[in-house]
Every structure is written in C-alpha cells, then in structure tokens.
C-alpha cells in the first residue's frame, strides 16, 4: 500500500479513537440529572428514549464506547509506522521507521484520546452524549456480547474481594455526594451544605433505634405526682415535655406538656377551684417500633402535629423516646438552646496526657471511642448487639461488672471505674502492656488526672425536647 493508504487509515483510526474516548469519558464524568435535563431541554422524543435506555446502563455503554476505542488505537500505531517508512522511501522496514511512527502514535492518543476527550466530558458531557446518543446505541447493541462478558468477570472480582452488590440506591447515593464533593471542591458548596446534604443522602436508612434517647436515660414522671411534685420536676429537668408513667416505664400513659399545665392554671384551677388532676391534662402517648424509619416517623410527627413520641421494644416495652428536635439534629448538627446540659455532662472521652490510658463515659458510642482511643493504637471492636462503650463491656463479660473490675479483649486492657447495679458508667482503656500476664480482677480506683486531654465523643441526648 501506498503512503496515502496509510495515512488515511491513520486518520481514520484518529477521528474513530477520539469519538469513543470523548464518548467514554463523557459517559464516566456525566450527571444523570445533568443528562436528563439536557435531553428534555431538546424536546425529542426520540432522543428522551434513547437517552432513558443510556441512563439504565451507563457502565455498559461507556464499556461499548471503550472497545472500538482499543481497536482504533491498536490500528493507528501500525498505520503510521507503514506510513513513515514509505514517506521516507526507504527498502525495508527499519528501527527509525518505528520509532517515528510509534512517536507519532503516541502523541495523536494523548492529545486526541485523553487530553481533547476528557476536556471535552468535563465542560459539555451532557450535550455531547446528547449529540451522538443514536452512535451510543448503536454501539451498545453491537457490543452486547463484549458487555456480558465485563459483567461476568465483574462479579467474578466482586465474589473474590467479598464485596457485597451494590444496589442502584446505593449506586445513586455515591454518585449525588461524588458531584457534591466535586462541588464542594470548586467552592459552590462550603463544608456545612455538603455535610447537611450527606445527612440527608443517610437518613432515609437511619432507625429509630439509632437516634432515641434511651430507656436507662429518659426524665419521666409518676403519674402519681402532686402538682408541687409536677413544678419541682419541671424546674429540676428544664423540659417542656415529658412522659409519665403509671408504677414502671413499661406502662406510659401520656405525655405532658407544660402549655397544657399553664392552661388549667390560668383557666379551670383559676375560675372554678378545680383540684390538680394530673391524668386529665395529658396527652396521649405515641408509641413506635425501634426498626421504623426516621424519614418515616418524621412525616407521622408532622402530620399529626407531635413533637414526643415513645419507642417500644420487640417485647411491648419502652425502649426510649425520640423527640422532633433528635430527627432534624441528623441533619443540620446539634441544636442547642438556653436550656442545654453543660458541655462537660456529655459522654467524652479522656486521653490521659502520657497518652498510655483513656477514661471513658460509659455512654459514649463506640465509634467516637475509637476516634479518641486512635493515639493509643487500640480500637474498640463494633457490633450489632451493643451501640456504646457500656454495652460493649457487659456484652463482652455477659453481666454488669461491679467496680473495679477488669479485663482484656483484643490487645486492650479494660478497667470498670464506676457502675451502678443496672449499667457500667465509666471505665478505663489502656494497650495490654507487652509481657503482661493478665491479672484479671485487678481493682483500679484511677479517676482523670490533671492535664488530660479530652475529646468529645457524641452522647445520647436528654430525654424530651426543651
């Protein structure tokens, strides 16, 4: 062939080459609401089709896209290489004649299958899927048996790693905070847009269970309780709700509001010298399972216009409460007011200043333990069966441990330094000493010294909303 052959199948292998590459980058980098929106802009039937069948499968149509490319690439190396050895006229097919050609090769890739294509999907890839979605799938459809094949060896490498499928939600929940982050980088979002979005993106998974104030923690009120009862309990708690029981929690018989109380003090007990009955100006109490959803339990709270509802264990017991105020607070952060507990009576952690031990609140979850416990190279393990450090320790020994008690677990040696007969309230962590014997039983009376260093771990709010 002559010089002229091998140019133009050069040429063509180029025009080919960076078609797919800007198609595949555009398919890789493309928003799907992006897509969407472009494709309804052009009001076309047809394209809205096709680009619907394009959004069931992205990952298959940027693979389409690839297999034309590889072949492009792999004819224009050779084409140029015979290209220059006939421009050059020389008799036979030598070492420069290579070079020139793998060179020139190399060059027209980079600078038309990578730098033009990716430019291109990173500022239009919307419109240019939009311009060439008749080629998409075309392509698509011709290389259906090549897409079987990616798919097989796919999940042959997801069984080999353990990783579980993922479904197309969860696949849409990466690809919204992949575009947040991305926005966030360029500046359009600032940290708290795109933590409150995150939160957002996760709470539609999020239960009850993982939000409520526990049973162990709740302000509740006998229903027994005197109006002088009621008043001191309401100045002692600082709420403005609270659930009251009839002899145990397990028996909630309403929720009180303090605007209900003000309401018969300035009306029946004022007018007519009706004595205090502390049933009549209740509520009735809201029960709900411990596995409903927040993004569930949020729209029943609105629609009914309630800001306390009780949470009932597997067995009809009351597990804990759960307040409007706990449901948004996943979403924009903790919301404090003037009636808010003091810092210092939050769940934390302690490093202790050698950075050898940590005191802990019992409350403190596990995964803000470990965050403290990082410096010391010791992790708490996380489970199903237990959210905190307290539920991690009677876990792990099957009892509530009395004070003092110790005991090792994974290269970490805990000390019980306070507890009550129904739960573990504090305790001690430390790295098992190299050499150490295991004294099991040894009692330890260390508090925090001075000089600590303290981090915050999240805590399980009060019981009822101010």
């Not at 500022?123 to 897409?147: D, K, M, Q």
């Not at 966030?184 to 940290?191: A, I, N």
């Not at 040696?413 to 790295?431: F, G, H, K, Q």
């Amino acid at each position: 062939m002559k010089s002229e052959a091998w140019f133009w199948i050069a040429l063509a292998s180029t025009v080919i080459s960076g078609v797919c590459s800007t198609l595949f980058h555009a398919l890789r980098e493309v928003a799907r609401s992006r897509l969407e929106q472009v494709a309804r802009d052009r009001n076309n039937k047809a394209l809205l089709r096709r680009v619907d069948a394009i959004l069931d499968d992205m990952d298959g149509h940027a693979n389409a896209m690839a297999l034309p490319r590889i072949v492009a690439n792999l004819v224009l190396a050779p084409a140029l290489v015979f290209h220059s050895w006939h421009s050059r006229g020389g008799e036979q097919l030598d070492w420069a004649d290579v070079s020139i050609g793998l060179g020139a090769a190399a060059a027209v890739v980079w600078v038309f299958g990578l730098a033009i294509p990716t430019g291109i999907a990173r500022h239009a890839a919307a419109e240019t899927i939009c311009l060439w979605s008749t080629l998409v799938r075309a392509g698509y459809i011709l290389a259906t048996p090549f897409n079987v094949v990616v798919r097989f060896f796919d999940e042959v490498v997801r069984r080999l790693a353990d990783r579980p499928a993922t479904a197309p939600e969860q696949q849409a929940h990466a690809e919204l905070m992949s575009v947040v982050d991305e926005a966030r980088q360029e500046g359009q979002f600032d940290r708290v847009e795109s933590d409150m979005i995150e939160a957002v993106v996760k709470f539609r998974d999020m239960t009850v269970a993982q939000i409520m104030t526990p049973r162990t923690e709740m302000e509740a009120m006998a229903l027994t309780n005197s109006l002088g009862e009621v008043t001191a309990t309401l100045r002692r708690s600082n709420h403005s709700r609270l659930p009251v029981y009839d002899g145990t929690l397990d028996r909630i018989v309403g929720v009180f509001y303090v605007k209900d109380l003000m309401r018969w003090m300035a009306g029946e007990a004022q007018r007519m010298g009706k004595t205090f009955d502390f049933k009549a100006i209740l509520r009735p109490a809201i029960f709900v399972p411990e596995t409903k959803t927040i993004r569930e339990l949020l729209t029943e709270l609105l629609q009914n216009k309630v800001h306390l509802v009780m949470v009932a264990d597997e067995y009809g017991g009351t597990a804990g409460l759960v307040t409007i105020e706990d449901i948004v607070e996943q979403i924009v952060g903790e919301i404090k007011d003037e009636y808010e507990l003091p810092e210092d009576d939050k769940p934390e952690v302690v490093i202790a200043e050698d950075k050898r031990s940590a005191t802990i609140d019992a409350r403190a979850y596990i995964v803000d333990a470990n965050e403290g416990l990082r410096d010391l190279g010791v992790e708490l393990p996380a489970s199903e069966d237990y959210d905190t450090v307290g539920g991690f320790v009677t876990v792990t020994l099957g009892r509530i441990p009395p004070r003092g008690e110790r005991f090792e677990h994974d290269g970490a040696v805990v000390t019980v330094l306070a507890a009550e007969p129904t739960r573990v309230t504090l305790v001690r962590v430390e790295p098992k000493p190299s050499g150490d014997s295991g004294d099991e039983g040894r009692r330890s009376d260390e508090g925090i010294g001075a000089g600590d260093i303290k981090v915050r771990a999240r805590g399980s709010e009060e019981a009822a909303s101010s």
